[in-house]
């Protein structure tokens, strides 16, 4: 058998293939054993996320309520906030013990301008306070990639959300290579990379597999690799699809752990449809991370009480005790 242990970065997408499709028991065993090897499995992070900007993106990602081309969806477009409300809501969240704050802005790309120094303030401000910071903010260029590493950034979201292969069925306003060539530009910068993808859209278990093996290539691999689970939301190309099995999620969050061992793999999108036991079997498979609050930008998530049930009944170390929903 391999060293699961050892950490690759030519992994290829029959390999993974395999690993996904491994009797779930045995993938769960092994990829507990991984996670053990690099983590803490008592700790679990819990990250804020700030809509800082919501509604009326070019992109037409067919998942997304945000998207403009999605004209029946019933959102509320809300313009950038002030960085210094925004800052307000960090150091609450750092008052109630937040270690990671996430904002996220719905555009196509970052343009210089008003709006980029606003969000680079909000950066700054957010690290004066001692927290994380991590932006989504679509694509972006070097020279913007460098001032937010100035500003201070820890890390930057942008996620891959399927394989080359299945990537034409979901987006076509926006390129794979377009994706790529923006994770590299960060990485140029110096910013961690938060990087991972969405299971359920109707993409293939190979499909699942190619994702990763794109994530797990990369040399050095995401810090951050959030596994997401389609939310399905009424006006959208995807509203009719049905719910993935609870146990689908646990295997792409253990396979991922067993190709990025030193990642932290956070349990993201469609985390409210799930049971608490789903939950824990989803941690004890790999994940150490979850984002915390009612919603996450403007998608359902589970509610604060619920997650607090949840981390008391498995003893795990609590990192950050509160989150901030969309504006």
């Given at each position: ?51 800082i ?12 309520p ?26 609450t ?10 904002m ?11 709006e ?17 910071a ?16 100035a ?39 110096g ?8 299971i ?6 190979r ?64 985390r ?16 150490n ?27 795990v170390?609590?990192?950050?005790d ?6």
């Amino acid at each position: 058998m391999t060293d699961d242990s050892s950490i690759r970065h030519d992994w290829t997408v029959e390999e993974i293939e395999a690993l996904h499709e491994l009797p779930l028991l045995e993938l769960i065993g092994r990829a507990s054993t991984v996670h053990r090897l690099h983590h803490d499995p008592n700790r679990v992070q819990k990250a804020s996320l700030l809509s800082i900007k919501t509604g009326g993106c070019p992109e037409d990602c067919a998942y997304c309520p945000q998207s403009a081309h999605h004209r029946e969806v019933e959102l509320t477009r809300d313009r950038l906030m002030d960085p210094q409300k925004v800052v307000a809501l960090a150091a609450t969240a750092k008052a109630a013990g937040a270690e990671r704050f996430c904002m996220g802005a719905a555009w196509r790309q970052v343009r210089d301008g008003k709006e980029f120094d606003a969000v680079i303030e909000m950066v700054e401000g957010v690290r004066a306070l001692g927290m994380e910071a991590c932006v989504t903010l679509g694509m972006l260029k070097p020279h913007q990639a460098a001032r937010l590493a100035a500003a201070g950034l820890t890390a930057y979201n942008h996620n891959l959300d399927t394989s080359p292969e299945f990537y034409s069925r979901i987006i076509t306003t926006r390129t794979y290579q377009d994706r790529l060539e923006t994770l590299a530009t960060v990485r140029a910068a110096g910013i961690e990379l938060c990087c991972g993808g969405i299971i359920g859209m109707g993409e293939s278990g190979r499909d699942r597999a190619a994702m990763l093996q794109v994530l797990a290539n990369f040399d050095p691999h995401p810090e951050s690799v959030p596994i997401n689970a389609l939310v399905p939301v009424s006006g959208t190309p995807l509203a009719a699809r049905p719910r993935i099995d609870p146990l689908e999620l646990v295997r792409m969050v253990a396979t991922a752990r067993l190709v990025m061992p030193a990642s932290v793999v956070r349990l993201s999108a469609g985390r409210a449809a799930l049971s608490r036991e789903a939950q824990i079997l989803c941690l004890v498979a790999g994940a150490n991370s979850i984002f915390y609050g009612d919603t996450l930008l403007t998608t359902p998530n589970a509610g604060l009480g619920e997650d607090a049930g949840l981390l008391a009944a498995i003893g795990v170390q609590r990192h950050a005790d509160v989150s901030v929903s969309s504006a």
